[in-house]
């Protein structure tokens, strides 16, 4: 199964992505994509841009423990995950996942789950550039409550 994660500060395709993961596969039956792009307002405020740091080292063993754990948890057949750092305006792409599998369930199931990840656990720190100064961004409890659903193990019921 191949793997990549990356973190860059440099722009990327997604369509070039998922081309190298399917290239010369036939047994791929179902490919899910999101690609996160920087919106030109925060919280109804207008933005010039974001700032995105992390730990390195840090965040890309996070993220590939998060990959070994979908893939654990469905049927893939290759994973992607790219994430920028640094400044990024409206517009630019910010992160990439992308899930292989036979089937749409575990692609769909994989790439949600590792969204969930990255917007709630991953050691990333988001600055957020306005016209009036810059933020921090601090997380928000509905991406916490969206990651939550995941300690629940595959084919069991959440308790309500």
Sequence with gaps: MKTTVRLQREAFDPAAEAAALTQGRT?????????????????????????LEHYPGMAEAEISRHVEEATSRWPLMGVTVIHRHGRIEPGENIVLVITASSHREAAFAAAEFLMDF?????????????????TWIEAKGADDAAAARWQTPPGQKAAE
């Design 27 to 51: 047994d791929i039956g179902a490919l899910v994509s999101f690609t996160g792009i920087c919106r030109g307002a925060e919280s109804g405020e207008p933005i010039a841009a974001l700032t």
């Design 118 to 134: 990255l917007k709630t656990r991953a050691p990333f720190w988001k600055q957020v550039e306005a016209p009036n100064g810059t």
